[in-house]
């Protein structure tokens, strides 16, 4: 299964495919850096600066900053990860910046409910933005 994050909430995308790679499915997700956070873009960097600068150097929470792996951070605390079962579906996972050239022209599906459009609010912004607001390159 191949899910295209283009304006999709960060976290409904995160539910659906940890819930289908409990199941078994094998799911990557093309175009993570323009999935979206809901909330101001101040709030929100503030709030991740704060958490990823709660640890010491050697011990967490580590906070990517990365788009693809934040977003893989946020799937990962959704499945029972220290559990064998959630070790084996955060491997069929598979987050990518951008489109793959072995994904090209392949299918896509989106999880309903999930949109841009759905949203009550004007205020968010993209991972990409975020990653940028943390330091990322």
């Not at 976290?11 to 799911?27: D, S, T």
């Not at 323009?34 to 709660?54: F, M, N, P």
């Amino acid at each position: 299964m191949i899910i295209d994050a283009t304006n999709l909430v960060m976290g409904r995308i995160a539910a659906f495919a940890a819930k289908k790679a409990l199941v078994g499915e094998k799911v990557d997700i093309i175009n993570c850096e323009k999935a979206i956070v809901t909330g101001s873009r101040k709030h929100l960097v503030e709030r991740y600066h704060h958490q990823r600068d709660r640890g010491g150097p050697f011990h967490g929470p580590f906070i990517p900053r990365k788009p693809s792996l934040l977003l893989k951070h946020v799937i990962k605390g959704m499945l029972p990860h220290k559990q064998e079962k959630g070790l084996d579906a955060l491997a069929r996972i598979k987050c990518h910046v951008g489109v793959p050239k072995e994904l090209e022209g392949k299918k896509t599906e989106n999880p309903t409910k999930a949109g841009v459009e759905k949203l009550e609010t004007t205020k968010y912004i993209t991972l990409q933005e975020l990653s940028f607001g943390l330091g990322a390159r």
